[in-house]
Nanobody, 125 residues
């Protein structure tokens, strides 16, 4: 069992930054892959970034690479998403997720076993 709680969302102007935090409890986070996903109104859930349990390798969706940085602190059982130069298209609910089964990093929501409740990121005009 893993419990995930996101925080750090909010309202920001275009070009601004936010740092999302995912606090994990239950099974030690260093033993599974973790990812950030987002879901905009009327759209499906999409992969944003992920970090593997092995060697902490990082993966990004192409549109986020260079603007977003994923990291994890195993001592704190937490994962982070630093988002810079936010744009209106980044408006969405952001979710962290844990994949306890797949050996390699998955970009598919269906492969993730546990999800947080989400945190909202909105861009002001």
């Amino acid at each position: 069992q893993v419990q995930l709680v996101e925080s750090g969302g909010g309202l920001v102007q275009a070009g601004g930054s936010l740092r999302l935090t995912c606090a994990a409890s239950g099974r030690t986070s260093s033993t599974y892959n973790m990812g950030w996903f987002r879901q905009a109104p009327g759209k499906g859930r999409e992969f944003v970034a992920g970090i593997s349990r092995i060697a902490g390798r990082r993966y990004y969706a192409p549109s986020m690479s260079g603007r977003f940085t994923i990291s994890r602190d195993n001592d704190k059982n937490s994962m982070y998403l630093q988002m810079n130069n936010l744009q209106p298209e980044d408006t969405a609910d952001y979710y962290c997720a844990a994949d306890l089964k797949t050996a390699t990093m998955s970009f598919r929501p269906v492969d993730y076993d546990y999800w947080g409740q989400g945190t909202q990121v909105a861009l002001s005009s």
